[in-house]
């Protein structure tokens, strides 16, 4: 069964930057697709941005694109997200996950990820 750990989490000032990791482990982490969700307080888990392997894809929510960047490392087993600029509104939990390869990738849909790390709290102070 698949793992991960995020960390990179932290406080910020409002335009700065910061990124995240997610660590996988106990699985084979080159067949999954990932992505990575926020939740804000109060509110809805939402997508952030994807990396799609197996199509040489990436999406991002409009609301960071131009801002984020999702990439991932092999050697590592970890997928990162670099986020600049970063606005007050960016605030929340950020999770990684990670969903089986093949068919169609979902994306957006939280519920079509098999496997989640615990969150880590990225804060933006205005």
């Known amino acids: 069964q698949l793992q991960l750990v995020e960390s990179g989490g932290g406080l910020v000032q409002a335009g700065g930057s910061l990124e995240l990791s997610c660590a996988a482990s106990g699985g084979t982490f080159s067949s999954y697709e990932m992505g990575w969700f926020r939740q804000a307080p109060g509110q809805e888990r939402e997508f952030v941005a994807a990396v799609h392997r197996s199509a040489g894809r990436t999406y991002y929510a409009d609301s960071v694109r131009g801002r984020v960047t999702i990439s991932t490392d092999d050697a590592k087993n970890t997928v990162y997200l670099q986020m600049n600029s970063l606005k007050p509104e960016d605030t929340g939990v950020y999770y990684c996950?990670?969903?089986?390869?093949?068919?169609?990738?979902?994306?957006?849909?939280?519920?079509?990820?098999?496997?989640w790390g615990q969150g880590t709290q990225v804060t933006v102070s205005s």
């Open positions: 996950a990670a969903a089986y390869m093949g068919g169609t990738f979902y994306y957006t849909d939280d519920h079509k990820y098999a496997y």
